[in-house]
């Protein structure tokens, strides 16, 4: 079992940065791809990037390139979404997620582990 808990969101200007963390509990998490995915109420949930277990490959939404960046910290179970350069769009709760896949996948429904999400609100 996997549980995932999201820590970093908070309000910030149009053009700032945030990082958001996922720390993850079970010795089996730093073997799985991990995921960060958004949703803005009334919305479906949409995928912003991922990462294989290892850090070594990484996939992002097109809204997500050249602003946002994945990294993981498998020695302290840890998997970050570095944003840039934020827009007021992408206000939403922000989740992580893990899957037992061997492979990148943006399809949530891939996904067996969710943290709670965290608030990512941006001003203009």
């Known amino acids: 079992q996997v549980q995932l808990v999201e820590s970093g969101g908070g309000l910030v200007q149009a053009g700032g940065s945030l990082r958001l963390s996922c720390v993850g509990s079970?010795?089996?998490?730093?073997?799985?791809?991990t995921g960060w995915f958004r949703q803005v109420p009334g919305m479906e949930r949409e995928f912003v990037g991922s990462?294989?277990?290892?850090?070594?490959?990484?996939d992002y939404a097109d809204p997500a390139k050249d602003r946002f960046t994945i990294s993981r910290d498998n020695a302290e179970n840890t998997v970050y979404l570095q944003m840039n350069s934020l827009k007021p769009e992408d206000t939403a709760v922000y989740y992580c997620?893990?899957?037992?896949?061997?492979?990148?996948?943006?399809?949530?429904?891939?996904?067996?582990?969710w943290g709670q999400g965290t608030q990512v609100t941006v001003s203009s």
């Open positions: 997620a893990a899957t037992t896949n061997g492979y990148l996948t943006r399809s949530p429904n891939e996904y067996a582990y």
């Open positions: 079970g010795r089996l998490f730093s073997y799985y791809a």
């Open positions: 990462t294989t277990w290892s850090g070594s490959n990484t």
